[in-house]
């Protein structure tokens, strides 16, 4: 069997995405598997998720470290000695800094729930409706220390309907999410990811 992609997971939540990833290499449709989920939140659910999976889950209290940047040195470590080869945020509430950045160059990815760079941020699907588009989604993209701001790689497209809640339109981004996150980390194992300053290209499928 092919060299499958050693993917590290930070997340602090649901860990619904971490799900959808681990199904995805579970069922064998992404060369890629999950090493390691790190979490800054003791109680979070994608650490249960991740343990429920055979796969280490480590709690790192943010509370122990002076900076921001120690803590994301502290991460850095986790990950690295779990031979991570690509890093995905997964409903990550802290902004990632160069310490961690730095050591995972193009490396590190983040899912958000909008079609960036429109509503970075918190509660993007409440930005959306509340600026009345038509049209939202979710982008993946690399991080880059910024809010929500790297280079995009992927994004996929749901329409805003007139009855919309945000819990609605959170639900129909979601089911995108879900797919979109596996995919990208296949193109990202398959090697078929190029970056040229914000433009990412994605290179067509050699034949194996
Ligand atoms: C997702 O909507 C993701 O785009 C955003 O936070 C949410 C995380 O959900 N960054 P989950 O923890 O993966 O279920």
């Known amino acids: ?11 602090s939540g649901r860990g619904s995405n971490l ?8 069922k064998g449709e992404l060369s890629a598997r999950v090493v390691v989920v790190v979490s800054d939140k003791a109680g979070a659910r994608a650490l249960e998720r991740a343990r429920a999976h055979g796969i280490p ?6 509370r122990e470290y002076s900076t921001r940047e120690e803590y994301d040195r ?32 193009n490396r590190v990815l983040n899912i ?10 918190l509660e993007a699907q409440r930005q959306a409706l ?22 995009i790689i992927a994004q996929a497209v749901v329409p805003v309907l007139p009855d919309d809640t945000t819990e609605t339109l959170a639900d129909r981004i979601l089911a995108e999410e879900h797919k979109l996150y596996p995919l990208v980390l296949q ?20 034949d194996s």
């Not at 194992?189 to 067509?204: C, Q, Y």
Request: hydrophobic content about 50%; overall charge negative; charged content about 20%.
């Open 1 to 11: 069997m092919a060299k499958l992609l050693k993917v590290g997971v930070l997340a």
């Open 130 to 151: 509340e600026h009345g588009v038509k049209f939202s989604g979710c982008t993946v993209h690399f991080a880059d220390g910024g809010l929500d701001s790297g280079p």
């Open 112 to 121: 958000h729930p909008s079609l960036l760079p429109a509503f970075p941020g």
């Open 187 to 206: 193109w990202l194992a398959e090697d078929r990811v190029r970056i040229f300053g914000r433009k990412v290209v994605i290179l067509p499928p050699t």
């Open 57 to 62: 889950a480590v709690y790192l209290n943010p």
């Open 74 to 105: 502290a991460v850095a470590d986790v990950l690295e000695a779990h031979g991570v080869e690509v890093v995905a945020l997964a409903g990550y509430m802290r902004i990632v800094t160069g310490e961690l950045l730095d050591r995972f160059p």
């Open 19 to 26: 799900q959808a990833i681990i199904d995805a290499s579970e």
